[in-house]
């Protein structure tokens, strides 16, 4: 079956360093998607990124959709950034995401 | 705009009784996703509706889970009667549609604990 893979499963920061999370996927795909779980179980969206490169505040994440793997990145880590991150994947229209099995990601001060 | 609603958040229930969840979605989407996520593990699909009809529910089981979306805008989904492997997350999304690039916002997920 289809699979979704991402590591490090578990990463422990001090506040300020920098972080990159991978995601790598078994099939071409066509919908990408990083979520963070906080730590009251809310899946957030961070980024849609089926290829290129997108950036937002200290987050951003690049696909290279040809190599079949994702990567996000985290600068100057904060506590708040404490949780799991998740790649999701979609491979063809009418289907739901896939999910990896997440990065948990712990920031102590 | 108004997120993903769901409840309760949270539930206690003894093994063999019967629990039901529900589930309302952004506005104007057509298309609900209820997933299930065990502790330490990613969500996986239950059961996918565009409006009222059922799309996937292959990774629902059937003798015990059914669920629900009349009228193609609200969602519930029933347990019965649970077992205790049942304890897990379950989470509502929602998107546009069913199309590949389509964005699925999640709401805050109901935590089910079977004694």
């Known amino acids: 079956g289809i699979q979704v893979e991402q590591s490090p499963p578990d990463l422990i920061l001090q506040e300020g360093a920098n972080s990159t999370l991978r995601c790598n996927f078994s099939?071409?795909?066509?919908?990408l998607q990083w979520f963070h779980q906080n730590p009251w179980g809310q899946l957030i969206n961070l980024f849609y990124?089926?290829?290129g490169t997108k950036q937002n505040g200290r987050l951003s994440a690049t696909t290279v959709a040809t190599e079949r793997y994702s990567l996000l990145y985290i600068s100057s880590s904060q506590t708040t950034d404490s949780g799991v991150y998740f790649c999701?994947?979609?491979?063809?229209?009418?289907?739901?995401?896939?999910f990896g099995k997440g990065t948990t990601l712990s920031v102590s001060s | 705009e108004a997120g993903v609603a769901q409840s309760p958040r949270y539930k206690i229930i003894e093994k063999r009784q019967s629990v039901a969840f529900w589930c309302n979605p952004i506005?104007?989407?057509?298309?609900l996703y209820w997933y299930q996520q065990i502790l330490g593990q990613g969500p996986k699909l239950l059961i996918q509706?565009?409006?009222?009809?059922?799309?996937?529910d292959s990774q629902l089981p059937k003798d015990r889970f059914s669920a629900e979306r009349l009228k193609g805008v609200d969602s519930t989904l029933k347990i019965q009667p649970a077992k205790l492997e049942d304890s897990a997350v379950y989470l509502c999304?929602?998107?546009?549609?069913?199309?590949?690039?389509?964005?699925?916002?999640f709401g805050p997920g109901t935590r089910l604990l079977v004694l």
């Open positions: 509706f565009q409006n009222n009809g059922v799309v996937d």
């Open positions: 999304a929602s998107s546009l549609g069913s199309g590949v690039l389509e964005t699925q916002y």
């Open positions: 999701a994947v979609k491979f063809q229209a009418g289907t739901a995401l896939i």
């Open positions: 506005s104007g989407h057509a298309t």
């Open positions: 990124i089926p290829s």
């Open positions: 099939d071409s795909v066509n919908n």
